[in-house]
C-alpha cells in the first residue's frame, strides 16, 4: 500500500520542511529567559523543605502542659507557615543540649492550633511534660519566647477525608493526643470544616485534662457541632459532667452512633492497647477507623515475636552516611534510628512511627525486629532490604548506609 | 564510641566523576547504569530521598499505590523483546519482573454510544473495531499496513543517531516520509476511516497528552504498535521495585548514588562542562552532565554562570509548548474488583468524542467538568497488589500546568476534593459501577504534588509537546545541532524520545552512549568494559 495524504508531491514536500520549518520555529522563537514556576512556587508554599519559626509566646495549660506558639522567623527565609490540614503534624528538629553534649534529634508534635489560623501567620503545638521525656524536659528548661526552632512542613494522613470518612467524627483522645482534635474543633466551630465532632477524651486526673474550658465553651456554644465526653480514670471524680473509668464500647455507643459515624484515635500506646478490644466489639470496616501513629513503640519486648533473648543487649552499628563511615553501638530495645541519634548523627526522620519513609536506610548486614503495625515499608524495599530506622530494632550487629539529610 | 574513621583531609579533597547524571528518574537510573557497566566512574545525584522521580510508589493504610504509571509499553514478550526489556534484561540485568495487563483499553464516549473493549494483538484489535464500527476493517487494516511501515522506518531513523540518509528514506521508507508532516487527523481521514472508528482506534491519546489533531501521526504509530503488538506491561511490585533494582545494579556495578542532594549549579567554562555544585555546598568535577532535568530548567536555572548560555538555547525551549500534567485520584477499596463488579483493567471515559474538545475544555479550566479519566484498576492486571477482598483503583485526568498557577493554598484542599469527587462520580456514571462507599484510603497528587516531589518545571509530566515540527523523529535528526553546551546531555520525558517509561527509559541508554563515545574520543577513559 502507498498511501496519499493530500497528494504524493505534496506529501513529501511537507515532510522535506519539517526541518527547516523546526529550524526556523525556533530562529523565530523569544529568546527571554523563564523566570517564573508558579507550580513550584505554590509547592513549595504548602511543602517547604524547612520552615523555620520562633516561639511568640507560651501557655500554660496544666500542671504538665504547655501550648507554645510558634510565626515565622524573620531573621530567615521563611515568610508564611504553611498551610495544613487539622490532624496533621510538625517534625521539629531540635539541638537538645545535655550537659556538655548537643543532639540533633526530631519530634513530631501534632499541630493544636487550626488550618484558618495558620493562615493568620501561626501554629501551635502543645507539649506534655513526660518524666525521663528527652525532649520535653530540654524544652521545659530551654524554650522561651524568641527561642527559634526548625520545622517540617506539615505531615500525616490523620485528617478528615469528605469523600471516604462520615461527616460524624468519633474522636478517641488520650492525655496530648487531644492535640489535632482541638485543631479539628477550632476547624469545625469556625464553619471552615464541614463536620461534627464528638470526642471522648480520657485524662488519668482532673487537673490534666487539657483545653477544658475551651472545648467546654465551644460545646455549649456549637452543640450541635461539637460534643465533649471527659472520661477520668482516677479514683475521685468532682467535676459535672464527667465519666469515670476508660473510653469503653459502651460509652462510645451510649453517646454516638458509631455505625454512621468515622472514628479517629489519637492518644499513648497504652490506650491504643486498651482501646483495640473495644473497638473491636464494635465490628466496624477498617475504613471507619483512623489512628493516629503514636512514635517509637515504649516497650518493644512486649511485642510478639520480638527475640527476647536479646533484649540486654547493645550490638555494634557500621554506618555509612555521606563521606563518613562510623561504628555506633546500640541497644536491642531501641530504634536504629535512637541510636544514630545518640551516636549525634542527626540522620533525616520526621514521623518516628515508621509510616512516612523520611529516614529511609540500606540495610548491608545483620538482622532488625520491626513489629508489623509500624512497618510502613514498601514491597519493594522489603525485597531488597531497605528499611526505617526509626521503627527497627537491632537483634544483631548491623551494616547500614543512611542518607544524609536534604 | 563512636569512632570516626574517615580522616578530614581526604574528605575535603574535590571529587572527581567521569561522568555526573542529574536524578534519578527513569533516564538517569538507566544512563547511570550503563555507564556503570561500561566501568566508567559515575556519580548519580538526585534531590529526593528515592530512585525514580514519576516511576515510584507510595504506601497508606494496607494499599501500595503505583505513583503515575498504567502501564509500559515497549517490552515485547521473552521471545521477542522489545526495547524496555532488551535494556532491564540483556544489557542491565536487573532483577524485575513484570506482568502484561489482560486488555488494551475500554473506551467508553457516552455522547457517541460507544463502549468497547479493545484487546492486544492487531488481528484482534482490527476484529474488535470492526465489530463495533461495521465497515471500518478496510481502513484499520490500512492503517495497521502503515504503521508496519513507519515502525520499520523508525528502526532506521534510530540507528542513524542524527545522520539519516534521505534518498534510503525515499526509497524503502516512503509511507514513513509521505505521513511524516501529518497529524493523526489528517492520516486517518486519508484512510477514510469511518470517524467513530478513530475514536476507538486513538482512544491513547490520552498518554501521548496532545489532540489528534495535532499529535504527530508517526509518533502515535509507533506508540500504538507497540502496545497493541507487545501489550501493555506492569511491574510486579509497582515502579519502586524496578526502579530499587536499577539503583542496586548500579551500586553494584561500581557507580555511585546519593539521595537528598539536589544540584543546583551545572558549572560551564568556556561552553565546556566543569563539575556540577550541590545543594550541600559541594563542588565535584567532571566533564560530562547527563541531566535528567528538562532543558528547561537547566538553561534558565541551573547552568552557572547564565553567561554561557546561548541565546539559541532560550529559543529552542521558548519554541517548543511544555506539556501537560496530571491529577491523580488513588483509591484503596475495602471491596475486591470483582465484588465491586470491576471487570477491565483500563477505562478511558471521553465525555466527548473530540480529542481537541477533550484537551481544549478538560486541561485548561479547573472548575467544570474534566470530561476525560483513565482509570485503572491495578488487581485486574495483580490480583494480589492488595490484600484479599481489597482493590486498588486510579483516576486520572489531564491538566494544562498553568491552569493551576493562581490556585490559592487556602483553596487548595477543597479544589483536590472537589475535583475527585466529580471523577469519581463521573466513573460510576459511565460504568454503572458503585466505588464511593468502599473507600478506605484516598489519595489526591496534583500538579502541585508531582511538583512538589521531583521539583519538574512547573510540574510538567509530559515533556515538550509532540506537534509535528517537534515530533521524536524530529528532534532525533536534530540531536547533533541542537547541542549548545559540550558534556552535556539530557534523557528523561524533556529529552529527545520524548515522555513516557519506555521512551525516558531508552534515553537514558542513549545518552550514556553519546557520552560514552565522548568519553572515548576525548581519551577520557581507557580500557572499556564490554
Redesign the interface.
Known amino acids: 500500500?502507498?498511501?496519499?495524504?493530500?497528494g504524493?508531491i505534496r506529501?513529501?514536500l511537507?515532510?522535506t520542511?519539517?526541518?527547516p520549518?523546526?529550524?526556523e520555529?525556533?530562529?523565530?522563537?523569544?529568546?527571554?529567559?523563564?523566570?517564573s514556576?508558579?507550580?513550584?512556587e505554590?509547592?513549595?508554599?504548602?511543602?517547604p523543605d524547612t520552615q523555620h519559626l520562633m516561639i511568640s509566646d507560651i501557655f500554660n495549660e496544666t500542671k504538665s502542659t504547655k501550648t507554645f506558639k510558634l510565626v515565622p522567623d524573620l531573621d530567615s527565609n521563611t515568610r508564611h507557615v504553611?498551610?495544613f490540614?487539622a490532624g496533621q503534624y510538625l517534625s521539629l528538629k531540635v539541638d537538645v543540649i545535655k550537659g556538655k553534649d548537643t543532639y540533633r534529634i526530631t519530634r513530631p508534635y501534632s499541630i493544636s492550633s487550626s488550618?484558618?489560623e495558620a493562615?493568620k501567620g501561626f501554629y501551635e503545638i502543645t507539649i506534655k511534660k513526660t518524666e525521663g521525656g528527652f525532649l520535653s524536659e530540654f524544652a521545659w528548661q530551654n524554650w522561651k519566647v524568641g527561642t527559634k526552632i526548625e520545622a517540617s512542613d506539615p505531615q500525616g494522613?490523620f485528617y478528615y477525608?469528605?469523600?471516604?470518612d462520615k461527616p460524624s467524627i468519633i474522636g478517641l483522645g488520650g492525655g496530648s493526643g487531644i492535640t489535632p482534635f482541638r485543631s479539628m474543633a477550632r476547624e469545625i466551630t469556625s464553619g471552615k470544616m464541614n463536620a461534627n465532632l464528638t470526642l471522648f477524651y480520657g485524662s488519668s486526673d482532673e487537673e490534666d485534662i487539657i483545653f477544658f474550658e475551651e472545648f467546654s465553651a465551644l460545646a455549649k456554644n456549637y452543640p450541635e457541632k461539637l460534643k465533649i465526653i471527659n472520661v477520668l480514670s482516677c479514683e475521685i471524680v468532682t467535676l459535672a459532667g464527667c465519666l469515670e473509668g476508660f473510653i469503653t464500647a459502651d460509652i462510645i455507643q451510649t453517646y454516638a452512633d458509631v455505625n454512621e459515624s468515622s472514628i479517629f484515635i489519637c492518644g499513648p500506646q497504652a490506650m491504643y492497647n486498651f482501646l483495640k478490644t473495644e473497638i473491636d466489639s464494635l465490628n466496624l470496616?477498617?475504613?471507619r477507623i483512623r489512628q493516629e501513629m503514636f512514635g517509637e513503640i515504649k516497650n518493644i519486648t512486649q511485642c510478639e515475636g520480638f527475640p527476647l533473648d536479646k533484649a540486654e543487649n547493645i550490638y555494634t552499628i557500621k554506618v555509612k552516611m555521606?563521606?563518613?563511615?562510623?561504628?555506633?553501638?546500640a541497644n536491642a530495645t531501641e530504634t536504629v534510628l535512637v541510636a544514630l541519634e545518640r551516636?549525634?548523627l542527626a540522620p533525616?526522620s520526621r514521623c518516628r512511627s515508621g509510616?512516612c519513609?523520611?529516614c529511609?536506610s540500606r540495610l548491608i548486614s545483620g538482622d532488625i525486629f520491626i513489629s508489623p503495625e509500624s512497618d510502613?515499608?514498601?514491597?519493594?524495599?522489603k525485597?531488597?532490604g531497605?528499611f526505617h530506622p526509626c521503627s527497627s530494632y537491632p537483634i544483631s550487629n548491623l551494616e547500614i548506609e543512611v542518607?544524609?539529610?536534604? | 564510641?563512636?569512632?570516626?574513621?574517615?580522616n578530614s583531609s581526604n574528605?575535603d579533597k574535590i571529587r572527581f566523576y567521569n561522568v555526573i547524571v542529574a536524578g534519578a528518574g527513569n533516564g538517569g537510573l538507566v544512563a547511570a547504569a550503563t555507564l556503570a557497566r561500561k566501568g566508567v566512574k559515575v556519580l548519580l545525584l538526585e534531590?529526593h530521598?528515592?530512585p525514580g522521580g514519576f516511576a515510584s510508589?507510595?504506601?497508606?493504610?494496607?494499599f501500595?499505590f503505583e505513583t503515575s504509571l498504567h502501564e509500559l509499553c515497549s517490552m515485547g514478550t521473552s521471545d521477542e523483546k522489545e526495547g524496555v526489556r532488551r535494556i532491564f534484561e540483556d544489557q542491565l540485568n536487573i532483577e524485575a519482573s513484570f506482568i502484561q495487563v489482560p486488555e488494551a483499553y475500554r473506551v467508553i464516549i457516552p455522547e457517541e454510544e460507544l463502549d468497547v473493549i479493545i484487546p492486544f494483538g492487531v488481528q484482534e484489535f482490527t476484529d474488535a473495531v470492526e465489530k463495533a464500527v461495521p465497515g471500518s476493517k478496510k481502513s484499520v487494516k490500512?492503517f495497521w499496513?502503515?504503521v508496519e511501515d513507519i515502525h520499520n522506518a523508525i528502526i532506521y531513523v534510530g540507528r542513524s543517531q542524527g545522520k539519516v540518509d534521505r534518498i534510503e528514506m525515499?526509497r524503502n521508507h516512503?509511507?514513513f516520509?509521505?505521513?511524516?508532516?501529518?497529524a493523526v487527523d489528517?492520516?486517518l481521514d486519508?484512510?477514510k476511516m469511518p470517524l467513530k472508528a478513530q475514536r476507538i482506534v486513538t482512544a491513547y491519546w490520552c498518554y501521548l497528552g496532545i489532540p489528534t489533531s495535532r499529535l504527530s501521526f508517526t509518533i502515535f504509530a509507533g506508540m500504538l504498535r507497540t502496545y497493541i503488538k507487545g501489550g501493555g506491561w506492569v511491574p510486579r511490585?509497582?515502579s519502586?521495585?524496578f526502579t530499587?533494582?536499577l539503583?542496586?545494579r548500579i551500586r553494584e556495578l561500581g557507580g555511585e548514588i546519593?539521595?537528598?542532594?539536589?544540584i543546583e549549579k551545572i558549572l560551564v567554562k568556556d561552553g565546556k562542562i566543569t563539575g556540577v555544585g550541590t545543594?550541600?555546598g559541594e563542588i565535584i568535577r567532571t566533564n560530562h552532565v547527563i541531566a535528567n532535568i528538562s532543558p528547561?530548567a537547566v538553561y534558565?536555572k541551573i547552568i552557572y554562570p547564565?553567561t554561557e548560555v546561548p541565546?539559541?538555547a532560550?529559543?529552542?525551549?521558548?519554541?517548543r509548548t511544555h506539556g501537560i500534567?496530571l491529577l491523580v485520584v488513588y483509591l484503596g477499596l475495602?471491596k475486591s474488583a470483582e465484588e465491586l463488579g470491576i471487570t477491565d483493567y483500563s477505562y478511558f471515559i471521553y465525555n466527548k468524542g473530540s480529542s481537541d474538545a477533550l484537551y481544549e475544555e478538560g486541561t485548561k479550566e479547573l472548575t467544570k467538568s474534566h470530561p476525560a479519566q483513565a482509570t485503572v484498576c491495578l488487581n485486574k492486571a495483580i490480583p494480589d497488589c492488595s490484600p484479599p477482598g481489597t482493590s486498588i483503583l486510579y483516576i486520572t485526568t489531564l491538566f494544562r500546568?498553568?491552569t493551576?498557577?493562581?490556585?490559592k493554598?487556602?483553596d487548595?484542599?477543597d479544589l483536590k476534593?472537589e475535583l475527585?469527587?466529580q471523577l469519581?462520580d463521573d466513573f460510576e456514571q459511565a460504568t454503572n459501577i458503585t466505588i464511593?462507599n468502599?473507600?478506605?484510603?484516598?489519595e489526591v497528587a496534583t500538579?502541585?504534588?508531582f511538583?512538589?516531589y521531583t521539583?519538574v518545571?512547573?510540574?510538567v509530566i509530559y515533556g515538550y509537546e509532540n506537534d509535528?515540527?517537534?515530533s521524536v523523529v524530529?528532534r532525533l535528526?536534530?540531536m547533533n545541532h541542537e547541542k549548545y553546551i559540550d558534556g552535556l546531555e539530557f534523557c528523561g520525558g524533556f529529552a529527545e524520545q520524548g515522555h513516557g517509561y519506555s521512551s525516558s527509559l531508552d534515553s537514558g541508554r542513549l545518552a550514556a552512549l553519546v557520552t560514552l563515545q565522548k568519553l572515548i574520543e576525548s581519551e577520557e577513559i581507557g580500557e572499556i568494559r564490554k
Open positions: 500500500m502507498r498511501i496519499n495524504i493530500k504524493n506529501d513529501i511537507k515532510f520542511k519539517l526541518i520549518e523546526r529550524i520555529r525556533i530562529q523565530n522563537a523569544s529568546s527571554d529567559k523563564i523566570t514556576d508558579p507550580i513550584n505554590l509547592a513549595f508554599k504548602l511543602h504553611a498551610y490540614r488550618p484558618f493562615l494522613f477525608d469528605p469523600i471516604r470496616p477498617t475504613k555521606g563521606k563518613q563511615y562510623l561504628e555506633v553501638p551516636a549525634k533525616p509510616e519513609g523520611w529511609r510502613g515499608r514498601r514491597i519493594a524495599d525485597k531488597f531497605y542518607p544524609t539529610e536534604f | 564510641m563512636t569512632q570516626i574513621t574517615t574528605q534531590q530521598n528515592l510508589s507510595f504506601v497508606r493504610g494496607r501500595e490500512n499496513q502503515l525515499l516512503a509511507n516520509i509521505k505521513t511524516g508532516g501529518y489528517e492520516v486519508a484512510l511490585y509497582r519502586h521495585g530499587t533494582a539503583d542496586k546519593e539521595y537528598n542532594t539536589r545543594s550541600k528547561t534558565n547564565q541565546e539559541i532560550y529559543k529552542l525551549v521558548n519554541a500534567t475495602d500546568p498553568e493551576w498557577a493562581n490556585v493554598v487556602e487548595y484542599f476534593t475527585a469527587t469519581i464511593r468502599s473507600i478506605e484510603e484516598i500538579p502541585i504534588t511538583a512538589h521539583k518545571y512547573n510540574g509535528v515540527w517537534d524530529n535528526q536534530s
